[in-house]
């Protein structure tokens, strides 16, 4: 493993370390918190960047994009999978801007 490799893998753990931590806050504030919230947030980006990654590869079989144009990849994974994480971590910070966009648009 190089030393890029390892600082990328280092920076996807914190991201889904403040990903789950954003979305443990998020369902604390339902009518019904789940009793682990911790499995739930969990879950939650598991289930998000899965369904990221199959509409990704939907997307790419449907244009005819060739599986090998990232052969040459830093990743030692698929890419396509870490896009999937990597916009999965994401997602609960863009709501919580959307949210207070749409509530200061009041």
């Keep these: 493993m190089t030393m890029q490799q390892a600082f990328g893998v280092v920076l996807l ?4 370390v403040l990903s789950v931590r954003e979305r443990k806050f998020m369902l ?11 499995a ?3 879950s ?8 990221i990654y199959l509409s990704l590869e939907l997307l790419f079989s449907f244009l005819k994009i060739p ?4 052969t040459d ?4 994974v698929e890419p396509l999978a870490v896009l999937s994480l990597l916009l999965a971590i994401l997602q ?9 966009l749409r509530k200061s648009g009041r």
């Excluded at 604390?28 to 911790?38: A, V």
């Design 40 to 42: 739930t947030a969990l």
């Design 92 to 100: 609960p910070f863009g709501l919580r801007v959307w949210l207070k």
């Design 44 to 51: 939650q980006l598991v289930g998000t960047a899965g369904g």
């Design 28 to 38: 604390m504030w339902r009518s019904h918190p789940p009793s682990n919230q911790l």
């Design 67 to 70: 599986e090998n144009w990232w």
């Design 73 to 76: 990849s830093v990743f030692f």
């Design 13 to 16: 753990v914190i991201g889904v």
